[in-house]
């Protein structure tokens, strides 16, 4: 029996629209919640970034578009984008460790939208989500992206887990999959 739950799919397909309309579904028959989102930030049309959005409303950059190409040792980056790994763990990790404190008799979900290869420039990150995935207390709703390139170890990890199911979401079924993935998360929690 599948314990979390993730969707995968190409970037832009509605991956994080889709989890929000789990999460408000969750919410509203008062399911105990929480985690993060990531948006994208755009200024006059164009992409400057990422935002990290928690699930309680707090908002913290992940990355953000460098004007300067030379790319210093010290430096997280994905393509044109350097990654804020500190604002990103000030801003998780308090989220990740409280979903598994407290002591609600229901399993909680922990939404992690999304674990790609931004996120994974933190150690913290990485060993909180296995802590997560392993423990019983906690069913986790994420999202990850499609292999590409080197492959990503925690993403391969998730994908070969026997107790992960996975969805992958596309243009024919993001409008139609919504009830699938509410029922996968509801058995994850019995
Ligand atoms: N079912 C849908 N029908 C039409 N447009 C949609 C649908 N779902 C999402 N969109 C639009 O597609 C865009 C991307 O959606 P979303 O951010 O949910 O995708 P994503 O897969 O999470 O992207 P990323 O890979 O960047 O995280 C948004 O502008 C959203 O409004």
Do not use: W
């Not at 400057?48 to 010290?74: A, I």
């Not at 980056?77 to 609600?104: A, I």
């Amino acid at each position: 029996m599948s314990r979390h739950v993730f969707l995968t799919g190409p970037p832009g397909i509605g991956k994080t629209t889709l989890i929000q309309k789990v999460t408000q579904a969750l919410k509203s028959s008062d399911v105990p919640i929480d985690g993060f989102y990531t948006e994208e930030v755009k200024e006059g049309g164009r992409r400057r970034g990422f935002d990290v959005v928690t699930l309680s409303g707090k908002r913290g950059p992940l990355s953000r578009v460098s004007s300067d190409s030379s790319t210093s040792r010290r430096e997280c980056r994905v393509g044109q984008y350097v990654v804020d790994v500190v604002s990103f763990e000030q801003l998780v990790l308090p989220v990740l460790r409280n979903v598994n404190q407290g002591s609600d008799a229901a399993k909680k979900i922990c939404v992690i939208d999304e674990i790609g290869k931004m996120e994974l420039f933190s150690q913290a990150f990485i060993q909180a989500v296995r802590q997560m995935l392993a423990g019983s207390g906690t069913v986790v709703l994420g999202t990850i992206p499609i292999p590409k390139g080197k492959p990503l170890d925690l993403v391969e990890e998730i994908r070969s887990r026997k107790d992960v199911e996975v969805f992958t979401v596309s243009k024919e079924n993001r409008n139609n999959i919504l009830q699938d993935i509410l029922a996968a998360v509801e058995s994850c929690r019995q």
